[in-house]
């Protein structure tokens, strides 16, 4: 079992920066691959970014390319997500997900544990 807390979140203005946070409680947390989505109101949940467990490869969505990278730090349990030059359209709760066995990082249904959440909101 493996439980995940995101913090970081936060309000910005448009072009500002966060670092979003999650830390897993697990003693094996190198065996799993982390992944970031995120879900505004009314919209379904979608995939931001994703790294494998050992953190040399991550994945984006098309968006984030550029403005956000996702980084595990193993010793410490921990992914971040760093968001930059945020937009309005990034207003959503960010959720940090893991799994140890994942066919494709971009599915919510790939990914068994889920952090509960942290709410950023971008104003313009």
């Known amino acids: 079992q493996v439980q995940l807390v995101e913090a970081g979140g936060g309000l910005v203005q448009a072009g500002g920066s966060l670092i979003l946070s999650c830390t897993a409680s697990t003693r094996s947390f190198s065996s799993y691959a982390m992944g970031w989505f995120r879900q505004a109101p009314g919209k379904e949940r979608e995939f931001v970014a994703y790294s494998n467990r050992v953190g040399s490869g991550s994945y984006y969505v098309a968006l984030a390319k550029g403005r956000f990278t996702i980084s595990i730090d193993n010793p410490k349990n921990t992914v971040t997500l760093q968001l930059n030059n945020l937009k309005p359209d990034d207003t959503a709760v960010y959720y940090c997900?893991?799994?140890?066995?994942?066919?494709?990082?971009?599915?919510?249904?790939?990914?068994?544990?889920w952090g509960q959440g942290t709410q950023v909101t971008v104003s313009s």
């Open positions: 997900a893991a799994d140890a066995r994942i066919r494709d990082f971009r599915l919510v249904s790939n990914y068994g544990y």
